[in-house]
């Protein structure tokens, strides 16, 4: 059973940064992808960020430029720096796992709050 267990989150002001940490229970080479969501108050999760086993990346529109998705292989951690932070992106993040066209594996979930 793959676990995935998310840190970081917190409250920040406009404008300022938080860098999420994910660790896996397994090796992140063997998960054909990772990524990061986040569910806003009264919205579905959306996919802001995801990262292949080949280290290709992808940002949904919202978050570009201003976020990154990274991973340390050596420590089955992946990282999403995030800058420029603004009140919507408020919610609560949560790392995942895709593995057979699906994302499978999913962690607890980090708040972020985003203050004004």
């Known amino acids: 059973q793959v676990q995935l267990v998310e840190s970081g989150g917190g409250l920040v002001q406009v404008g300022g940064s938080l860098r999420l940490s994910c660790a896996t229970s397994v090796s992140i080479a063997s998960i054909d992808a990772m990524g990061w969501h986040r569910q806003a108050p009264g919205k579905q999760r959306q996919l802001l960020a995801t990262?292949?086993?080949?280290?290709?990346?992808n940002y949904a529109d919202s978050v570009k430029g201003r976020f990154t998705i990274s991973r340390d292989n050596a420590k089955n951690t992946v990282y999403l720096q995030m800058n420029s932070l603004q009140p919507n992106d408020t919610g609560v993040y949560y790392c995942s796992g895709y593995t057979g066209a699906l994302w499978n594996y999913w962690g607890q979930g980090t708040q972020v709050t985003v203050s004004s």
């Open positions: 990262m292949s086993r080949f280290s290709v990346t």
